[in-house]
């Protein structure tokens, strides 16, 4: 009997869970429901940071917000507020695609989704930097060299010449909006795999293949074939809807193809970029920082770094608990803690004695966290690989987070089960903004 004639048969396989690269933001159905799903949001702890040019810290935020902003008017003028007003442009736009969803409406393309969003402005700003970009709206050199660049750089690992749309969700990561999972945004995943009552099968998928078998009409049909392997071995299964979550690219997956016409590649152009992440259980050296603050008084707990040449780290930040305590203070630097570390190449102990007095451990992972944008990216994949066959990361070619992964998948969801239905009136509409409110 074929998977058909027992129900609708669809896998959704995971490659890597990405609840590492950014907080979560808007995310509305975390967020309205979060006990649906058994998480909740973890309490806050006011943070300071500061900006590292290499040398010295260029500025370090105070505890009181009217020096703050007199600080960044003098030097910046009202760059910092237009910027504040730019990205909620963006995000205005941005937010459209929940109500489109909610209303049951899919995109077949990277660039159409972007397009319902945000109109040619969006595409625009995928296809130039974030520099040209924010230099075209009236900021200033100056004020993206020494602001700017820092966030990108944490975020994203890479300077102002990443496209601008992806700059812009960086920006929006600087937001004090944001929210992360109490004990750990590792929990949205598994919250939803239970939730959803979905099986899940613990196993690496190898290859996936076309193959047709004869239906009870008499006709034929497509399925996929599945190959993977698990703890008790190889093993297949046939699908009739597939949804690709891993990045289909050189370092991040050996799945390969096979029956496809036209055929399907292992690999996309383009590559993940490196980012290391070093966690340190250790005592810091605040003088690396350029500061004679003594250290027991030193409480920043983010340092963002300016894009200088031969800068070691991207960033430093201290890290609290998934689970925070009742009471619980962030300490000073003047106590051993953990620091995370982002650099673009693995720390020797050299660098790590600079930065650090003493440590009792240090743990570092070599990362391929996110695409290396160098617009305009005119080759993004394709959400449709095959008739049945859908890839979901290839919405990181725009922007890579988890609220990107999330909307992906639900637009994902909803494509491919209008398209299965043959309901075109739900797929790639023109107009959206318009007709939305008008439904509404």
């Known amino acids: 009997m074929s998977p058909r004639a027992l129900s609708l048969r669809t896998l959704l396989f995971l490659g890597l869970c990405q609840t590492g690269k950014r907080s979560l933001a808007s995310f509305p159905d975390l967020r309205d429901q979060p006990k649906r799903i058994g998480i909740l949001q973890r309490k806050d702890v006011p943070s300071k940071m500061a900006i590292f040019d290499g040398k010295e810290l260029t500025f370090e935020e105070s505890d009181w917000f009217i020096i703050n902003f007199l600080r960044l008017l003098?030097?910046?003028?009202?760059?910092?507020?237009?910027?504040?007003?730019?990205?909620?442009?963006?995000?205005?736009?941005?937010?459209?695609?929940?109500?489109?969803?909610?209303?049951?409406?899919?995109?077949s393309s990277v660039e159409k989704l972007l397009h319902a969003m945000g109109g040619d402005s969006f595409l625009t700003l995928?296809?130039?930097?974030?520099?040209?970009?924010?230099?075209?709206?009236g900021f200033s050199q100056i004020f993206l060299n020494d602001i700017v660049a820092p966030i990108t750089r944490v975020n994203y690992g890479q300077s102002v010449r990443i496209n601008g749309f992806v700059g812009a969700v960086s920006l929006a990561g600087a937001d004090s909006g944001l929210w992360a999972v109490d004990g750990g945004n590792k929990r949205v995943c598994s919250g939803l795999l239970y939730?959803?009552?979905?099986?899940?099968?613990?196993?690496?998928?190898?290859?996936?293949?076309?193959k047709v078998r004869p239906t009870k009409s008499g006709t034929t049909a497509n399925y996929y074939e599945i190959n993977y392997v698990g703890d008790s071995g190889s093993a297949h299964s046939l699908y009739d809807i597939v949804i690709i979550a891993t990045p289909l690219h050189q370092g991040k997956s050996d799945?390969?193809?096979?029956?496809?016409?036209?055929?399907?590649?292992?690999?996309?152009?383009?590559r993940y970029h490196l980012t290391v992440s070093t966690l340190v259980h250790g005592l810091l050296n605040v003088s690396y920082l350029g500061t004679t603050e003594q250290a027991s008084e030193f409480v920043v707990s983010d340092v963002l770094t300016t894009d200088t040449k031969g800068s070691a780290i991207n960033s430093l930040s201290s890290i609290d608990p998934v689970h925070i305590p009742p009471g619980y203070k962030r300490p000073p630097a003047s106590q051993t803690k953990v620091w995370k570390v982002f650099s673009p190449q693995p720390l020797s102990q050299e660098q790590l004695r600079l930065m650090f007095l003493s440590w009792d451990s240090v743990s570092e992972t070599q990362w391929l966290a996110y695409p290396a944008y160098s617009p305009p990216h005119r080759r993004t994949p394709p959400f449709i690989l095959h008739d049945r066959l859908y890839y979901l990361n290839a919405v990181e070619w725009a922007a890579s987070a988890m609220e990107m992964s999330a909307i992906s998948a639900r637009n994902l969801a909803l494509l491919a089960h209008h398209r299965w239905h043959a309901q075109e009136a739900k797929i790639d509409q023109e107009d959206l903004h318009t007709r939305v409110r008008g439904e509404l």
């Open 195 to 210: 939730h959803s009552k979905a099986e899940v099968i613990p196993a690496r998928v190898t290859a996936i293949s076309v």
């Open 74 to 107: 003098w030097r910046y003028g009202f760059n910092f507020l237009r910027m504040q007003m730019w990205v909620e442009s963006v995000l205005d736009k941005f937010m459209r695609i929940y109500q489109y969803q909610q209303f049951g409406y899919s995109f």
């Open 126 to 137: 995928v296809n130039q930097t974030l520099e040209e970009a924010m230099l075209a709206e």
């Open 255 to 270: 799945i390969s193809f096979s029956g496809f016409s036209p055929p399907i590649p292992s690999h996309y152009p383009g």
